[in-house]
């Protein structure tokens, strides 16, 4: 499980420090993005999106109201159920157009929900997996609630967009007023006797002034309007926390039987051409030895010497595979033991500090044990270092690891390194790898693990 240093640093990280990618993707923007925001495309998009909002929910209030209220109607005869299931059915289909309107113009990704669950075929399973689906009901009442957000959305947004470019181009029309309304201008203000016009050079100014401000301000208000429909579309029309769970946990454990099966076949590997082979080879050399001990006892001697090295080479072999299916000094003396033991193997310096004042279940300190192991192997093989840290502690349920090296960086977790594997491992028991490595150094990984004890 190793990564190359000084490899993978640029696949989509950006530039540290201006936030750039750094193969310079994206031009920079001469205009601050206030002052461009208004001729932005997702501007105009988030305005398609307000505008579409109030017909599209009008459908869908009256679609849902009607089949609902008509399905419950209906109830008391048998044609009730199949209508409500039908209703619900629609909502699904709506909350699917949903989510691709959302994807197209907000650029909200959000996965489909669960399918329908049928244990058998046929008409009436089809009708209780709707019914028992929360998926269904969250389309219905996000039609329903949909509906007032989307009527006061499209006031507040046409008004302040409309008003905006109004006033913001008054003095390229203030002139229609005097030729075609006989009025000076705008009427600001007007009874029997009083009447304000916007006529004068100042006026008009002010008034293209304030239709800017407006102008300026109207992309952040429908930013703050859509983000209203993302939370609605995400959390109604997506998928429901357990089911993204269930999803998680799914694929964890496939990460977790990947991992295992990995781990048997490297073991067997490692027993096949190393230690069965030295075995086999000294068993080979014993029976020679045998045969030769009353013909030429010297020769005898020398082959048995020759195998008493290969039986101490071969033990060496099996204790180093031990160790890493799991250490005993890590059962007996816990992380700070065991991780010195690992440091010491190290190719450069470690200095090691575990602050933990009670040990986690087995689970979690062996698997703190692998990842502090590879990351200094990693060290050890391609780093460059002349110095590394290995710092454990505890943050409320978390446990927190941290390995630190003075080497040339550039390490990421991307391309199928060997860093992306340790980061699928710590995934699958709901942990975190974070790695930072800027090209040059310094390298620091920090890991996090949840905390159970015994």
């Keep these: ?25 994206e031009r920079r923007h001469r205009l601050p993005a206030g ?31 009607t089949m609902v209220s008509l399905g419950a109607g209906l ?9 409500l299931a039908a209703g619900l059915a629609g909502c699904r289909g709506f909350g699917a157009l949903e989510r691709a309107r959302a994807r197209a113009l907000l650029g909200l990704e959000v996965a489909d929900p669960e399918p329908l669950r049928m244990r058998r075929r046929g008409f009436m399973a089809w009708i209780g997996a709707v019914l028992k689906s929360g998926t269904s009901w969250r389309s219905a009442l996000y039609a329903v609630l949909h509906f ?17 470019w109004a006033l913001l181009t008054y003095p390229l029309w203030f002139w229609v007023f005097p030729v075609w309304a006989g ?15 916007l006529d004068n050079p100042f006026e008009i100014t002010v ?7 407006f102008t300026l301000a109207t992309p952040w208000i429908l930013r703050a309007l859509t983000m209203v429909d993302r939370l609605m579309v995400h959390g109604l029309l997506g998928p429901s926390r357990l089911a993204t769970r269930v999803v998680e946990l799914e694929s964890d454990r496939g990460v977790v039987v990947d991992t295992a099966a990995a781990d048997l076949r490297r073991i067997e590997r490692d027993l096949h051409d190393g230690a069965q082979a030295r075995l086999v080879a000294l068993a080979m050399d014993l029976g020679l030895a045998k045969e030769k001990l009353t013909e030429d006892p010297q020769a005898a001697a020398r082959m048995v010497d020759e195998a008493h090295g290969e039986v101490k080479t071969a033990l060496q072999e099996l204790r180093d595979l031990a160790r890493g299916i799991h250490p005993a000094v890590l059962t007996d003396r816990g992380l700070d033991a065991a991780l010195s033991a690992v440091a010491s193997r190290c190719t450069v310096p470690v200095e090691v500090q575990v602050d933990l004042e009670e040990r986690p279940v087995p689970a979690i300190e ?17 780093a460059r270092a002349t110095w590394a840290a290995v710092d454990v502690w505890r943050v409320e349920n978390r446990l927190m690891l941290q390995v630190v090296d003075n080497g040339i960086g550039g390490a990421g977790t991307s391309g199928g390194s060997g860093l992306a594997g340790l ?21 620091r990984v920090t890991a996090e693990l949840p905390w159970r004890t015994v």
Excluded: C
């Design 207 to 213: 008034t293209a002034l304030v239709g800017l401000l």
């Design 75 to 83: 109830l008391v005869t048998f044609l009730g159920i199949p209508v």
């Design 148 to 164: 007032p957000w989307a009527v006061f959305s499209f006031v507040v947004a046409v008004n302040v967009w409309a008003y905006g």
């Design 423 to 443: 980061a699928e491992r710590l995934d699958a028991v709901d942990g975190i790898l974070v790695v930072d490595s800027p090209v040059g150094g310094p390298t």
């Design 366 to 382: 062996g698997i703190a044990y692998f990842t502090v192991s590879e990351l200094l192997q990693n060290i050890s093989k391609h």
């Design 35 to 65: 002052l461009r925001a208004p001729f932005e495309a997702r501007s105009w998009r988030e305005f398609g999106y307000v505008l579409l909002s109030l017909p599209i929910s009008i459908l869908l209030f009256v679609y849902a109201i």
């Design 183 to 197: 009025q000076d201008g705008l009427q600001l203000y007007g009874d029997e006797t009083h009447h304000i016009y």
């Design 1 to 25: 499980m190793a990564t190359e240093y000084g490899q993978g640093y640029g696949h989509g990280l950006g530039h540290p420090e201006r936030g750039l990618p750094e193969h310079g993707g």
